[in-house]
């Protein structure tokens, strides 16, 4: 009982403590494979990945470079999304793994484009989460009018 409540207590400080099957270092591994996908992962991504995991996790920086660097590792042992997808499944609720979606198209449009490859990716990505094509549609579309929102704020601030 005490290992539950410590448990518990560790999920919602953002421990850095990582085990294995830890399906926040799949997470990160999704995140590093999208990034990839247009073959070459810019700062701008990097950053972004960075924000929402921090934020999503409530992670202090140790924890959080911690987790970046076990799903990193990770990712570069991958041989397909499978291995990361299967443990998101089983792990993570749909509503969950819709939102995960959601994080992966706004770390696309954090270097203000979107390739063709990453289309593919992510729809690979939703396909094997069991996300349905509507609802990764729909996190596209919210994901690029965030980023319209951000460019009409900085031309506003500009003027």
């Known amino acids: 009982m005490f290992e539950r409540f410590r448990a518990f207590l560790e999920g919602m400080t953002g421990s850095a403590r990582i085990e294995a099957g830890d399906p926040r270092v799949a997470v990160i591994g999704l995140c590093f494979q999208v990034m990839e996908a247009d073959g070459a992962v810019r700062s701008s991504e990097r950053r972004k990945m960075r924000k929402l ?38 792990h993570l609720p749909e509503e969950q793994r819709i939102e995960l979606v959601g994080m992966l198209w ?30 990764r549609v729909l996190k596209r579309q919210e994901a690029a009018a965030k980023i319209d929102m951000v460019e009409e704020n900085e031309a506003q601030q500009e003027s």
């Open 53 to 90: 995991i921090k934020e999503h996790y409530k992670l202090d920086d140790a924890a959080l470079n911690a987790l970046i660097a076990a799903g990193e590792s990770a990712e570069s042992e991958a041989i397909d999304f499978y291995q990361f997808t299967s443990d998101i499944k089983r």
């Open 106 to 135: 706004e770390i696309v449009y954090a270097d203000g484009a979107r390739s063709e490859m990453e289309d593919h990716v992510i729809w690979r990505i939703a396909d094997l989460l069991g996300v349905s094509g509507r609802d």
